[in-house]
């Protein structure tokens, strides 16, 4: 049973491109979170989702960032017109069931840089 | 807002010794609080994990204890070994909220 895979691991755009980052979350699980990590900080969540539905993105950025998980296929992270900011470590995980005392299993991380 | 906090960068310690890492949190709400380890260029693993209505779990070499009245709980690794040389955080969660709220992370050295 493979772990969460994400791709790409490492991720160089320049500023203004578009950034698409991929998560397959764990077999049988339906639940995928995002969550950033910028250098010497914590993991700050982004976006929680079910299949087909947000369920909670307050920690999304208004502008620029979006996230799916469509029926099928992999959750797609993707960042529009990327800035330096947007620099970071993003993860994702995924459970089985929604946040409990359960622990979610997180993927490599895509290391994204922007030029 | 920092609902989680770890307020020590870094620890190092002795192996053989006892390590303890601390955390402290302002939201009575949490339901759960886990423990997750980090080494560079990996995904979190998780730890431990304890219920609010706990005031202390143990898994082997792991202890985690809650003061709920302190709203802070700490991580107990005894004898701490080299390989448990990686960055730990605490997370706190919600069930009501959906989030996880993560600290920022202590890194633990063992020194051989």
């Known amino acids: 049973n493979a772990g969460v895979m994400q791709n790409p691991r490492h991720l160089v755009r320049r500023r203004g491109q578009e950034a698409r980052l991929r998560c397959s979350p764990m077999?049988?699980?339906?639940?995928v979170y995002w969550y950033r990590q910028l250098p010497e900080e914590g993991l700050k969540f982004m976006v929680y989702?079910?299949?087909?539905?947000?369920?909670?993105e307050s920690g999304m950025p208004k502008e620029r960032f979006s996230a799916e998980f469509p029926k099928e296929g992999p959750s797609i992270l993707r960042i529009q017109q990327v800035v330096r900011g947007d620099s970071a470590a993003y993860f994702c995980?995924?459970?089985?069931?929604?946040?409990?005392?359960?622990?979610?299993?997180f993927g490599p991380g895509t290391r994204l840089t922007v030029t | 807002d920092q609902q989680v906090k770890q307020n020590s960068p870094s620890l190092s310690v002795q192996e053989g010794r006892i390590s303890i890492l601390n955390c402290d949190y302002t939201?009575?709400?949490?339901?759960?609080f886990l423990w997750y380890k980090k080494y560079p260029a990996e995904g979190p693993t998780f730890l431990i994990s304890?219920?609010?209505?706990?005031d202390k779990n143990e898994d082997g070499r792991f202890t985690v204890f809650l003061n709920k009245s302190a709203k802070h709980l700490s991580l107990h690794i005894v004898p701490s070994q080299p390989g448990d040389s990686a960055v730990y955080f605490c997370?706190?969660?919600?069930?009501?909220?959906?989030?996880?709220?993560f600290g920022a992370g202590t890194r633990l050295f063992v020194k051989a």
């Open positions: 995980a995924s459970s089985p069931r929604s946040p409990s005392g359960d622990e979610q299993y």
């Open positions: 077999k049988g699980h339906s639940h």
């Open positions: 989702l079910q299949k087909e539905n947000i369920i909670d």
């Open positions: 939201n009575s709400m949490f339901d759960y």
């Open positions: 304890i219920s609010s209505i706990k």
């Open positions: 997370a706190a969660v919600n069930t009501g909220g959906f989030k996880t709220i």
